[in-house]
């Protein structure tokens, strides 16, 4: 598993790369890669097309981001899911929290 | 035929035609002292019967004898040695040039003139021994490596059948697939798969192993194994791709890699998943007349360690109808007959030749070959054409993949428990899983399958084992601490247990069964308001049960609390999980 | 043509030499046909076939060169030529000449195998 992150060219976008099994693990390097970036940032994009799996407890990872984003006026969009990926997402309603780009 | 092996080097068996019987004396006594075996005829007819019957290895003919001449019998005989070199010396009494010559034009090898010198004659004899020498050590030459030719072209005919034999499991032949698989390429190691994926869809790999011959294409078996099971078990494009890496990595020699591209094609979404490593530009063929390049953007399999190896994929929307085109090197690198490529620019021409997308294949395929006609047998090529297509035709694929969900074992139990530090260690939920994938019917649901046990295990693990109270995780800074209290106790721990149980019965008509996954740690266990509370929560935690609860007909809790049973019911005709939920959907 | 000797007697030796025992068979060989084709070429032309005529002519010579008797060989080439070109005017004159010639051979011939 890791990540790795990219902004975009005016600096207002965070875009993170989660590749592999996001999971438990992953919860000191995901919250790293957003935590210590500056305020300007104001769209985050979390690209899944490397996730494999996603367990509960990254579901609570992704609203500790959209907490620490904003809450309520975040922007936060997670984008190409793949099928298993997807189906947790639906499960647990996420599509009421962040946007999901097929 | 030939009589050498009966007489030593130097002598040979020769014939003599002449209608003279003094010239024939006195050729016979010159022959004889030499050393040479003679046989004899008096005319052209008597010296091709002689020929028959004796097998010479050498002829003097006189050229003009009554019955049949000299040059009627030189032909006759050189007919009747076939591939073997009888050399025709013509006697003659003539001496002008141009009748000396002309022995030599109607088919004789050399001329001997009268008087008969035996000096000469024994010269003669001796150059044509030493042509006819050459001539067998060629022509051994040439047998030997005609049957070296039949030996790997008959080990070529083995690898294709057992190449065959790990294909034939795939769905190359469904509708919306065409392809051009050369035999040439197909021993020089490309490979072409296709297979259903038990939740829907298809995977679709192409690849060419560089170097060529019967060494390439035994890189295909352990390609074909891993593709056609880890599909069939459920994976995911980017595990498989993972997978075959790893794998080639392993066992390749080094300078041995596999350029190849994989796509995962979902009907039900409409989307095509490409990773290319190595493979030439793929283009996907719009409506529009429009075209995407599928580049390479990953070094080819085999090459990367594991750590550093890239299953990212591009992800495309696709329309039915709109097609996707993949070839090996080999396309580009036909040549014509003055030594030009195919190339690119060629296939762009073509795509762009107009028409519809599903038009494009044919073409391409026509265009290569009439462009390297005639031009030895370079014909390596391999091309394959994917349509996005409608849903329905998942139906006349799907029974391939569970041919018949009475196979695998279908009545079965297990247990696995970890104790101790071995908890630290070791994740068993993989091996759980891949046990499960044995049955056929389950195939259709391991995400589900994972994501349940994940959850049931952590849970023992986390709450049971190690006593974390999920209210930690409420909050951020809690979540943050929650997890790393769990790596500290994890570290620490000396007692402790969690085992898993799994039972597996099918039904009476075997088209569905139940797995049963209790899931018992060694703690104090909760209460059932505990349970409830935690699978009704809200808030970060709970999300865990909460997911177990969505994918199974029925959760409960059993011994004193720390044990749950998790009951997962599944029936074929279904690729859907339980509650309704479907991948995706397709976008209007 | 009257500076050639009848018998090349370098080639008689060096045959003398191969045949070894057999020289007086092969030279007894010779004669006797010899005689057959003086015959067969009378025949040929009595019958005016040039064809014949020819082909013994031809044969004959090449007995004659390598018995090594050159005069007679000559005769018999006049002879060939003439069956060649078809014109059997002048056989009888060819016919004398190689029988004449014949005669002078054997004799020497035979003497040669006393020797």
Known sequence: MSITTERSDDGSTLTIHIQGRFDFSSHQAFRHSYEGADSSITHYVIDMSETTYLDSSALGMLLLLRDYAGGEKSDVRIENCNGDVRRILTISNFEQLFQIDD | MTIDAAFGSGSLRILIADDNQSDRMILHAILTRQGHEVVMATDGMEAVEAFHRENPQMVLLDAMMPRMDGLEAARQIKAAAGEQLVPIIFLTSLSDPESLASCLEVGGDDFLSKPYNRVILRAKINAFRRMR???????????????????????????????????????????????????????????????????????????????????????????????????????????????????????????????????????????????????????????????????????????????????????????????????????????NGEGEMFGEERILEVIAGGGAPSDVFERLREAVRSFSEGVGSEDDITILDVAMADESLLEAVEPEVLPDTGAGPLDWEMSYELRNETLARFNPVPLLLHICMDVPGLRLFSGELYTIITELFNNALEHGVLRLPSSLKDSPAGFSRYYSERERLLGEITQGAVSIRLEHRSDAQRRGGRLLITVEDSGDGFSEEALSQSLAHNGLSGRGLALVRQFCNNVRLCGKGNCIEAEFVWHTGRSESRSGVFEGGRQP | MSDQQHLDHEALTELRDVMGDEFNILINTFLEDADERLRQITEAARAEDAASFRKVAHSFKGSSINIGAPILADCCFAAEQAGKEENLSHSAEQIAAIEGELATVSEQLRRYMQD
């Open chain 2, 133 to 335: 020498e050459l001539h067998q050590s060629l022509q051994k030459e040439r047998d030997l490596s005609h049957r070296r030719n039949e030996q790997m072209l008959h080990e070529q005919e083995m690898a294709r059948r057992v190449f065959d034999n790990i294909a034939h499991r795939g769905c190359l032949g469904a509708e919306n697939i065409r392809y051009e698989a050369s035999p040439m390429s197909i021993f020089n190691g490309d490979v072409l798969f296709a297979s259903p994926k038990p939740s829907g869809g298809m995977h679709l790999f192409v690849s060419d192993f560089t170097g060529h011959g019967l060494p390439a294409a035994i890189g295909a078996v352990p390609l074909a194994e891993i593709f056609y099971g880890m599909t069939a078990k459920g994976f995911a494009i980017s595990d498989i791709l993972r997978e075959t890496n790893r794998k080639l990595q392993a066992i390749l020699p080094p300078g041995v890699f596999c350029c190849a591209a994989m796509v995962d094609l979902n009907l039900k979404s409409g989307h095509a998943e490409v990773w290319n490593g190595g493979l030439p530009n793929g283009y996907l063929l719009r409506h529009d007349g429009s075209t995407d390049e599928l580049r390479s953007r990953h070094l080819p399999l085999g090459i990367l360690p594991a750590d550093r190896f890239s299953a990212a994929c591009e992800r495309h929307s696709m329309e039915v109808g709109e097609h996707l085109l993949l070839c090996s090197d080999g396309v580009m690198e036909s040549v």
